[in-house]
Structure formats: structure tokens, C-alpha cells
């Protein structure tokens, strides 16, 4: 069974940091991964999604990597704002409609 | 650009209640799906609707119906709503070929 895990659960970094943000997961047969910003209470928001032959995607100042190999992807987050607060969830698509969801990992930029 | 529209956004039941959220893309996507969202875990699929006229369970499918009224819409039951069936519930769309999943802003459903 696919899992799907983020680490870690809660980050806090001051304003213009770099930071990288973890997913793992334990079955490497996935059709693409996909990362998502959740603000508070509100819906989900795709920001990038990593095709499984690809190995990375870029927006602005955020750049998804995908190792489907070692079961891992990152979400590299460049010159961080405090606009960027908000929960990032990644996603693995596993085919036959299922994408599996880790449970996120809560970003606070400091100010 | 609407996208994925979702009604209630809140909703307060007692137990034994019944109740449907109503959801409606205008993307034209084949796929629909409703998830719930639960403090600590990451989303539960409950049903999803690979095309207009099909619908197959998900991950947790105990306690709800749903409908593809048509292309556009998906709307999922509580037909007897339990406390365990306190959740924020999100409906999606696309999610097929490489599509990104577009989601809707969420019901937060409490059940007394």
C-alpha cells in the first residue's frame, strides 16, 4: 500500500531563507507527484506536478525534484516570503484514480 | 474562472441528519472526486467519478452516496451523518493524462 510522508510536520524560518520541504514515499510505481498549497481554510492549490519521467519542474521561485528510485521528492522554496506561509501537501498519483496524499508540512515565514 | 464550486461551505448537523454537498466544475473534466480532510492526516478519498455516468468507491466510502448528476457535477450524500463524520470535505476535478487535480474551497460539516 502507498504512503505517502512529509517531513517535517511544522517549519518556521525568518523571511529570504531558502528552505526545502520533504515527501517521501514507498512504492516507486506512481504515474506523477504533485505538490500542493493549502492556506487556511481554504481548498488546495496545485503548484507543480512532476510527470514520472521527469525528474524536476519549475515556477518562480519554487523547483520540484522527483527521484522515484529512492521513493522522494523535494519543493525547494527560493528567497522565502511571508506570503509563502500556508501548508504544502504532496500528492502521488498511483493510477486507477487514486492519489494518495501526505499529511503536510506547515510553513510559517517570519517576517 | 470559477473552477470547482462547492455548496455549504459550513454545515451543522445532529446526529442521524441527512444532508448533500453539491459540487459543480466548469473545466470540462471527465474525473470528479470527494475527499475529507481530517486534522493530522492527509485527505481520504471517498468516491470518485472517473466519467459521467460511473462511480466507484475510495478509501473510506462508509456512510456516503454520491451522484454524477452530469459532466459538471458530483454532489456526495450523508444519508444518517455520525459524529465521525465531522470533516472538512473537498471536491475535486481533472487528475487524469498528467492533469493537475483542481480543488473547491471545502464544506466544514460538523455532526452533534
Redesign the interface.
Known sequence: KQE?TQIPAALSVPEGENLVLNCSFTDSAI??L?W?RQDP??????LL?I?SSQREQTSGRLNASLDKSSGRSTLYIAASQPGDSATY?C?V?TGG????????TRLFVKA | NAGVTQTPKFQVLKTGQSMTLQCAQDMNHNSMYWYRQDPGMGLRLIYYSASEGTTDKGEVPNGYNVSRLNKREFSLRLESAAPSQTSVYFCASGGTLDEKLFFGSGTQLSVL
Do not use: E, H, R
Request: cysteine-free; charged content about 10%; glycine content about 16%.
Open positions: 505517502v504515474y506523477n504533485q500542493f481554510g481554504k481548498g488546495l492549490t496545485s506536478l510527470q501537501l500528492a498519483d484514480f487514486k492519489t494518495i496524499f501526505g499529511a503536510g
